[in-house]
Every structure is written in structure tokens, then in C-alpha cells.
């Protein structure tokens, strides 16, 4: 196994560790399985804080975080966070693409707000992002942050096909530093994340007709 795998894979473990203890916390926050669940997750925090300091100095602070978000019950069961983003191109089959506060580009995207729809979410992300409308048309794919090789936060992200409908572009003065259409053969070198799956995944829907989403195999 090479470095990187190990470091996804003990990141997973990290990710599945805490997960389970502030579950386990928020149906059982008194006696002998709550303070099980709570030396669980002071080690968890203390391996999530070598994976990113390198010298675990923080894993108190983690610890305290992620003991704070724990509520009691149905409300405190730990689950992936969920993003969605948008695949959208132009008349001139260009792709939409943002430059987010670090510099890095990618297609709009943030996380789902609750009591709105997937589909809701993604056409609002691109309208606040760049000032334009879009209709989602059809599921591209929903994509595993680990999969992809992110050592961070677990994310399920719902990737959409959408009809550029109009607008002018308008980048967020907060989210957005701008806003640009590049060939699919030609985008930008810095883009954010480590895979690029979706860009295979965006020609074949724009460019050879896919229509069944992608998710990953059992």
C-alpha cells in the first residue's frame, strides 16, 4: 500500500472511529458506555490532529469540537455531509468554472441547505456564485469525498448536469474571486481537489450522451 492510500484509509478509520463514539454519546451520554465513547473519541481527535499538524498538539480542541456537536438522540447520529455541484456549459460547449477564495478553480458547488432539494441547492450555489441561471437536468453523479482521495471532512456530493438559462456573470464578493468559461481540454492548471474524475465524467454527459449517473461500486 503507498503512503497516500495509508493516509486516506487511516483518515477513513479516524472519520468512522468518531463517528460512531459521538453517535454512541448522543443515545448513550451517561454511565459506563458514555465514558467508553468519550476515550474513543479523545483518540480520534488525537489521530485527526496528527493527520494535520503532524505533532497532535491540537487533539484537545478537536476533542472539545466535536463533543460540543454532539446532541442527544435521533439529532445527534453522525452522518457524511452532502455538497452538490453543477456541470454547465455554454453555447460554445465551455465549461462554467469559479475561482474560489484559494486561488483554485472548480464548477460551483457548496453543501445542501436543509429543507431544500438537491436540485434547489444546485441552481441556487450557481446563481449566488456567478450570477446565472441554470436548470438541473439530470443526476451526474454522486462522488465520495474518500474515494477521491480527500483525507478530510467525509462528503457525498450530488453532482448535476444542468441548461445554462441565462443571467450575467457576477461573481460573490465572498465565495467567488471570478468567474470564467474554459474548453473542457483547456481548464485552468490550478483546480481544486486531487481528482478529476468529474471532468471525465462532464464530457461524457456533455459530449457523448451519457445519461445514467455515476456512483461507485460496491
Known sequence: MSSAA????????????????????????SGYDAERYEELL????????????????????????????????????VTAGVGCGAIAFNERDELLMIQRPSGRWWYP??????????????????????????????LLGVLDSLKLGSPFRHLYSMLFYCRLDGGALRPHPLETLDVRFFPLDRLPADLHGASRRWIDLARQFHFEGRLEPYFDPL
Open 109 to 138: 458547488t457548496g453543501f445542501c441547505e436543509v429543507g431544500v432539494s438537491p436540485a434547489e441547492n444546485v441552481a441556487r450555489e450557481v446563481r449566488e456564485e456567478t450570477g446565472l441561471s441554470v436548470t438541473p437536468l439530470r
Open 42 to 77: 479523545h483518540e480520534a481527535a488525537r489521530m485527526r490532529s496528527v493527520l494535520e499538524t503532524a505533532d497532535g498538539t491540537d487533539h484537545e480542541a478537536i476533542f472539545q469540537r466535536w463533543r460540543a456537536e454532539v446532541r442527544p438522540g435521533y439529532d445527534g447520529y
Open 6 to 29: 495509508l493516509l486516506l484509509e487511516l483518515a477513513r478509520f479516524v472519520e468512522r472511529v468518531s463517528a460512531i463514539a459521538r453517535t454512541g454519546l448522543a443515545f448513550q451520554p
